[in-house]
């Protein structure tokens, strides 16, 4: 499988609990369908290393190396990238967080120059060499560098979004605000919103109307108007079995493959691997 644009894509968005960690696991659990895909949990937190059931290993001693130690150059440690990825068995890598991440989190704050990280130490060695994609997990931390230490090294972004009061005002934020900023030194590309955790009432009908009328370049089919008149309705939908699959550690496709986000996650993996949503 030939794949003309290898892309770093982020799921972003400064607010927690929008679906970040649950977008990136399985929408990187499609991209498998498009080319290789390495899944990296940017977040010093560990969700995603926890929803692949390695939360044992983000608390091993605090002298286990992680990527951490790859990126900082003062570390005692010396790991190379194939020590520290991991095969998921779902078809796509991951490197895992660690909770000694932190204290990564406060030099990259204290060094400027520290914001390149990701890039040069993750993203340049392996996209397009071993993988086609390379999709970040990013950390909620508004304000701080690291967020756009990931933001730097892969700025194509999937933001996912709830419905209810100030979901629309927090996208022109993070538009307005780091994206606008990163915008002044490379090409940045929003992919998609991915409008999260919707059950059917007005919030998300109103959500899906002003995505529609103020951002049509951004919204995914499944989070179309033409949407609001079918059944099960648009956005990826509230779910248990969302819940449960990061419960037993695997995708959702791995624990419900007939679930209708099965196909909205491919769907968003599909954008990806577009280079964005196809208007024509």
């Known amino acids: 499988m030939a794949v003309t644009n290898p892309l770093a894509v982020d799921f972003v968005n400064s607010k927690g609990g929008v679906g970040k960690t649950v977008g990136a696991v399985n929408t990187a659990d499609h991209l498998v369908d498009h080319g290789r895909t390495l899944l990296v949990d940017g977040d010093p937190d560990g969700n995603a290393t926890d929803h692949l059931g390695l939360f044992e290993s983000f608390y091993k001693d605090d002298d286990a190396v992680h990527y951490g130690d790859l990126m900082y150059e003062d570390s005692d440690s ?12 779902h078809g796509f890598d991951f490197l895992p967080s660690h909770s000694q991440m932190g204290k990564y989190q406060t030099w990259i704050d204290e060094d400027p120059y520290a914001i390149f990280c990701f890039e040069q130490n993750i993203v340049d060695p392996l996209l397009g060499e071993t993988y086609d994609y390379i999709v970040f997990d990013s950390t909620n931390s508004s304000g701080d560098l690291f967020q756009d230490a990931v933001l730097t090294a892969a700025p194509n972004l999937v933001i996912p979004l709830l419905s209810g009061p100030g979901s ?11 994206v606008q900023k990163l915008s002044e030194h ?6 998609a919103v991915m409008p999260n955790r919707f059950a059917g009432n007005n919030d998300e009908r109103q959500l899906v109307n002003r995505l529609s009328e103020d951002y049509p ?3 995914p089919p499944f989070a179309t108007t033409d949407m609001l008149e079918t059944s099960p309705g648009p956005g990826i939908r509230q779910s248990k079995s969302i819940d449960r699959a990061w419960r037993e550690g695997v995708p959702l496709s791995a624990y ?5 986000n099965n196909d909205r996650f491919a769907q968003l993996a599909e954008v990806i691997a577009n280079g964005g949503i196809d208007h024509e």
Do not use: A, K, M, Y
């Not at 490379?186 to 992919?191: E, N, Q």
């Open 78 to 89: 010396d790991p190379t990238l194939e020590e520290l990825i991991v095969d998921t068995g």
């Open 168 to 178: 629309e005002g927090g996208l022109d934020r993070l538009l307005t605000g780091p």
């Open 186 to 191: 490379r090409d940045v590309s929003v992919l």
């Open 217 to 219: 370049q951004f919204v």
């Open 256 to 260: 419900d493959s007939e679930h209708v």
